[in-house]
């Protein structure tokens, strides 16, 4: 498919809520699995450095 202009890229022939929607939509997501593989790490993080130190208590 070829556009003759940015204005009928944008458009994505008439589907461009569905197109963008499904971009926005996506980009979401990834960036709240990003938020929470973080958490989890750090939850992680805090509870191996709790056990390690009751085992040289």
């Known amino acids: 498919m070829q556009w003759s ?4 890229f944008l ?3 008439g589907y ?3 197109v963008w929607g499904s ?3 996506c980009a979401l ?4 699995e990003l938020v929470s593989a973080r958490a989890r ?4 993080v805090a509870e191996a450095r ?3 130190a ?3 208590a």
Request: hydrophobic content about 40%; proline content about 0%.
């Open 5 to 8: 202009s940015l204005n009928e």
């Open 41 to 44: 790490r750090s939850r992680a």
């Open 23 to 25: 971009y926005g939509m």
């Open 29 to 32: 997501l990834i960036a709240a």
């Open 11 to 13: 458009n994505m022939g």
């Open 54 to 56: 009751r085992e040289n």
């Open 16 to 18: 461009a809520a569905y």
């Open 50 to 52: 709790r056990q390690a």
